[in-house]
């Protein structure tokens, strides 16, 4: 069963502008990762929130964790056109054992 | 250094016919592990290995999907036969820590099977 959902599924902004992606999930997790896939490519992690940190930063991305809601949200900042990706959230937890659990991710495009 | 590789890159095959993916991880990574992708749909587990040991294999489809990891190195991935809902990209991904240790997993690009 899927464990994480990102949402919106399809996000469209012009260069410069902030972009906002969910991740809900459903069981408790001991740590959520977001990764990027261009299209055509593997997935290259971006960053890794553990589930006793509610905000972490690495550049133009930030990413925030409420575990009570079971949500997670990536923020690009100032996007470019080369954030155009399709971005994943992914949990490891107790139930899931030794593996990451996808979502069907959400797909950014940024227009110049 | 060399990162996660995986043949053939795309993969165009007829109903019944049989097809064999291959990785080749990083150097030094013991966790392997295999995922797909049915259209643009969440990226699903196949299965973990850790060095040559299958650690989990709960996401395997069915009897019809084999993977090995001889030597613990590279892994493959055989589908027979072949049917069309096996469509789809395969990734592969390997990591020094399984995932369940905060292990960041290293992907390659996808093997895209296409079952006609």
């Known amino acids: 069963s899927q464990q994480g959902e990102e949402d919106p599924q399809a996000l469209s902004i012009q260069e410069g502008e902030n972009a906002t992606m969910n991740c809900s999930y459903k069981?408790?997790?001991?740590?959520l990762q977001w990764y990027r896939q261009n299209s055509g490519r593997g997935l290259v992690h971006l960053i890794l929130i553990r589930s006793n940190e509610r905000e972490k930063h690495s550049g133009r991305l930030r990413v925030t964790l409420d575990t009570s809601k079971k949500s997670s949200s990536l923020l690009i900042t100032a996007s470019r056109a080369a954030d155009t990706a399709s971005y994943f959230c992914a949990t490891d937890g107790l139930e899931y054992g030794n593996k990451l659990v996808f979502g069907a991710g959400t797909i950014l495009r940024v227009k110049s | 250094e060399a990162g996660v590789t995986q043949f053939p890159s795309h993969s165009v095959i007829e109903k019944g016919q049989t097809v064999t993916l291959r990785c080749d991880p990083i150097s030094g990574h013991d966790n392997l592990y295999w995922y797909r992708r049915v259209m643009g749909k969440e990226i699903k587990f196949l299965l973990h290995f850790v060095k040559e040991s299958k650690q989990d294999e709960s996401g395997m489809p069915n009897n019809r999907f084999l993977a090995e990891r001889t030597g613990g190195t590279y892994s493959t991935l055989k589908v027979q036969p072949a049917e069309l809902e096996d469509s789809g990209v395969y990734f592969c991904?390997?990591?020094?820590?399984?995932?369940?240790?905060?292990?960041?997993?290293?992907f390659g690009e996808g093997s895209r099977l296409t079952v006609l």
């Open positions: 991904a390997s990591s020094p820590r399984a995932a369940g240790e905060t292990g960041e997993l290293f």
């Open positions: 069981t408790s997790i001991n740590n």
